[in-house]
């Protein structure tokens, strides 16, 4: 497998401006996480997907950020309008469905580093 | 809410001496402690799950261990290729959002040759 793909691998853009960053989970998986990196704050999750619906977007800063799964290959992560302060890197991952209480491995991708001007 | 608290924030050692990098956590019902490893400009890299306390895991030069507030990551030998930051995340029972990780802010580990 050729792992998570995210796309596209650098963005930059103006303050004001639309941005959309994509996603392809591992085949199979059922869970879908976006997560945000920065130096001040590190990891942080933004939302996640399960079976192609959001489960929990408590991490979401705000209304500008939204995020749609329409089928189980494909995610995006929408900003609008794009701010300087949500310039950062975004990664996605993807885990198996979690059975039982047993805990999943995430994977992640490569990552969408986002500068926004 | 949880919490991770990586030590220390930054290590540098010299190739072939052996260190440990702590992961401290506060979760209410720990269901996994995770270890990852960022190289510059990449994803994070799954390394290992560790679920009670007790358990060890070993891969290569490096071993996880679990204690009931906090985790090491071993480092035995290393060599400059170790070179990453070192990411510690757990995964807790409570509340509503079965599938999220909380992560530390990582620790920098540099190995001169």
Known sequence: DAGV??????EVTEMGQEVTLRCKPI????????????????????????????????????DRFSAKMPNASFSTLKIQPSEPRDSAVYFCASSLGI??????????????????? | EDQVTQSPEALRL??????????????????????YRQDPGKGPEFLFTLYSAGEEKE????KAT???K????????????????????????????????????????????
């Open chain 1, 5 to 10: 793909i995210q796309s596209p691998r650098h």
């Open chain 1, 27 to 62: 085949s199979g998986h059922d869970y879908l996480f976006w997560y945000r990196q920065t130096m001040m704050r590190g990891l942080e999750l933004l939302i996640y997907f399960n079976n192609n619906v959001p489960i929990d977007d408590s991490g979401m800063p705000e």
């Open chain 1, 99 to 117: 059975l039982a209480g047993i805990t999943d491995t995430q994977y992640f991708g490569p990552g969408t580093r986002l500068t926004v001007l």
């Open chain 2, 14 to 35: 010299q190739e072939g001496e052996s260190s440990s990098l702590n992961c401290s956590y506060t979760v209410s019902g720990l269901r996994g402690l995770f270890w």
């Open chain 2, 59 to 62: 891969k290569e030069r490096l």
């Open chain 2, 66 to 68: 679990l204690t009931k």
């Open chain 2, 70 to 113: 906090e985790s090491f990551l071993h480092i035995t030998a290393p060599k400059p290729e170790d070179s990453a930051t070192y990411l510690c995340a757990v995964r807790s029972a409570g509340g509503t959002s079965y599938g999220k990780l909380t992560f530390g802010q990582g620790t920098i580990l540099t190995v001169h040759p």
